[in-house]
């Protein structure tokens, strides 16, 4: 058959054959069991490429894409603008279609980009080293768990209130059939003030979400010294990282593990995925790692160059003692990331950061001002607030959305539900005009 | 490959006030930071940021991407990673707004465009492999494994079958299938290949007891060998309670001709990057959808997307359920493009693609066995492994010759794996070949033969025409420089 995907013509066909020395190919697949083969049909037929786009545009146009409205849902999926350029450079055919550098004198442009993205993130976190991503957050948050299992050979994780439910979920499958016990703490007074009494000679690890999954600032130094001089370890998690542009790293305060979620560098919504997990560490973890490392090195000629290293940790070496089971990552996604920072640069991404911040306040005082609406925390936040909204109209979503507006996560889905409660990201593509809209429309709607 | 200086480190060329890109500001009522966010929190570090200009950004990663080799730009038989082509309609299908503007908290209601398409995937993935219920939730292969795990792990528990800690694992098998069982807790129990290259049931025999759990099987296996004795081996593993987990990296192979379902295989991966043709982008993102059948269904992650008469849902309350192995629904994007690459081809062009895949390995492997050793001397599937020159006299070894071909502008070869092979060379061209190219690779092989025997030296010294030449890997490893 002749198909686009398909180069070989049935003549190349016939001669390979014959240099093969069969008369027809189901000679190359006699080793199959001939029951297994006479299962083996389905019923599917192929379209060609504009009828593939017709049915794909049909299926996109069912949809009413978060893009397309004024938007404040956030929780863990942050919209941020995203320069034309970062598409461009990243989805190169070179970048696109190449696969993991095993043999680094093919590929240093991407070693390279890796070596950046690894740089940008250490620096960004405050941390000594930083993998080459790991597939989302919640994956690199269980991860660092893990880790932290093994390295202090203690079995308890605490996990402070406020941390992304998606993360706990996967963080509660990852451990479930390992020693490690999670412990999810109850927000109290304690938990923000040393001397830490909630840990013990057991703890491994403490988890604090910053800002937490309802926008709080929580992370202190002394938080930190308290947990590390009880021997346990630090794990941040941020989920999104142009909060780090504005805020003091968690590597500086003394944090041991800091990961998160880096969507927000540049990947659009997409769904939910691809996105990119990141994992930074103090030097001390550096041979407990998951993950692939690119190092720099000299070849023989004395010139500086970029390999994958200290790969006796990765499993295609180490196997069943490996440090993770990763194999392939989120590559592309760390090089759209790189792309990202590149462009913004300290001063953009510190006018992103600082416009959520200004955003959120600014909507927030608004919506305040809303007789039946109370603020569900006092503590600090970043770019996203949760608010105690009342009794909501039956069809409030629905209302909403007819007016051109996604106001929001409904927390009554969150565990345990709060009922009522409206969790709200701004982001620096929202305008006053739009908020001062989306406030007039609130008080209508919940009126 | 021409041999220019590496570029700059965007931070070495860093200059101060260089601004790429200006994102929208805020246009509310100013406030002193101070009143929005307490000065404790504020950052009191610099923030070590590049400052550059588009244009230096561009030509930054353009320099990067002409020192990178993809799919794109050459012949690339990397064993056991079926580096076929990536159409490129697939990245356009993935980036239209309706697709990509969605985020995945929205309300039901607004993404059934979404929820339709990735409940067909699933469909569509269970038809090809013989498979019952699937999950899109797995990014990789080897996130695909892990889940595949817990859902073994799951469904003993729950059957009190707590003894049963073993996993059975050929010593063929990828790396990642022993992490795997081990992050779940199981053990490892390393089953040998036979001679013929396939797992024996004789073999497999003295291995099977009460603590298995099950048994991981690559078929066709890493040696590019379909597992004749497959019916056998997975009704003694059912014999003795134990669930076969197939491996799918190699589906590759068989598409349209077997069905791992059919086969007596209990759960599968897939790999999307691999079998349906969405990029490798330098080593990910890819997808690893894991399917079961019917008697393990109740134990995939949560939510499932359920279709009723008003449309589609997310379905969360199933209590069996492993939970969640990874933020949201998986890779939605890529699963658009594998969707839209099996689409084009339907079930005969599917069964094509395996058919020229093997075809294509069989007619490398016919021509090059004359120069190089065949261990396993019959026909192969997808991908055959050879085992270094024929001549044992020669000090060329398979990095050397892989180093080889660098200069020749082909993508080497999977390399020293399997690891039961000395020497190996796993060699996996896909169906997207010519004859033209096929021939040409074969007479690079060939003259790699000729220079391994009458010039050592040029193949120990490749590469020459890469920007760098041979790195020290070992002082990578002994003094890691990890940042800039």
Redesign the interface.
Known sequence: ?G??????TDE??R???K???IER?E???K???S???E???????????TE??K??????????????MV?F?G???Y???I?A?V????????????????????????L??F??Y???I???T?M???N??M?????ALAEAV?LAGNFTRRREILVFPGL?P??Q??L???T???NLRLKFLSPTAELTAPPASFLNEQTAAVVIQNPDFFGQ?V??KELLTAIKEKGALSIVYVNDPISL?????PG?LGADLVVG?AQAFGL????????LGFLAAQKTF?RSLPG??????????G?????L????R?????????T??????????A?MA??Y????????????A??????S??LFSQLTRIPSVKAYFDA?F?HEFALDLGTLPPDF??KM?ERGF?PG?DLSHYSPPLSGGLLLYTS??R??DE?DKFCAEMEDCLS | MKRKERPTLLKEASTPGRRGYLPPVSDVPPVPAGELIPQSFLRQTALALPELSEMEVTRHFNSLAQRSFGVDQGFYPLGSCTMKYNPKVLEELSQLPGFQGLHPLQEETTVQGALALLHYAEEVFSTITGMDEFTLQPAAGAHGELTGLLIIKAALLEQGETDRDTILIPDSAHGTNPASAALVGFKVQTVPTSPAGIIEPETLKPYLNSNVAGLMLTNPNTLGLFEEKILTITKMIHDIGGQVYCDGANLNAILGWARPGDMGFDLIHLNLHKTFATPHGGGGPGAGPVGVKKHLAKYLPIPRVVSTPEGWHWQYDLPHSIGKIKGYWGHFGVIIKALAYILQLGYAGLKQVSSDAVLAANYLQTLLKEVYHLPYDTPCMHEFVLSGLRDEQSKINTLDLAKGLIDFGVHPPTIYFPLIVPEAMMIEPTEAVTLELLNSFVTIMKELARLAKEEPEALKTAPRTTPVRRLNEAQAARHPILKW
């Not at chain 1, 692939?292 to 000629?301: A, H, N, Y």
């Not at chain 1, 993770?324 to 996604?333: D, G, T």
Request: aromatic share 10%.
């Open positions: 058959m198909h686009p995907f398909l180069p070989l190349e066909r001669q390979m054959h240099t093969i020395g190919i000679e190359l697949f080793v199959i069991p029951s297994i083969q299962s083996a049909f389905f019923d599917l037929p192929a379209y060609n490429e593939t786009v049915l794909f545009t049909q299926w996109a146009e069912m949809n009413t894409p978060a893009s397309k938007s849902l929780a863990g999926a919209e941020h603008a320069p350029a598409k461009h450079l990243a989805t190169q055919s070179e970048f696109l279609t190449a696969y993991t550098p095993y043999q680094p004198e093919m590929n240093q442009g991407i390279q980009a070596f950046e690894q740089s940008l250490a620096d960004l405050g000594d080293v930083a080459a991503s597939y989302d957050g919640p994956t893990l992304n998606e993360a979920q996967v509660e499958a990852y479930r059939y390992t600032l992370l202190t542009a504005i805020l003091e790293p500086t979620e659009p919504l997409s769904f939910g995925g691809p996105y550096l692939r490392l690119v190092g720099k090195t000299t070849d023989l000629e010139k500086e160059g970029f390999v290293t200290l790969q006796t990765e499993q295609h070496i180490r196997r069943e003692r490996a993770s089971n990763i194999c392939s990552n989120q590559a592309l996604c090089i790189t792309i920072l590149s462009l913004l640069g300290p001063v953009g991404l510190q006018e992103v600082w416009s959520t911040v200004r955003n306040h600014y600090p970043f979503f629905t959305k996604f996560y620096e593509l305008t006053k908020m």
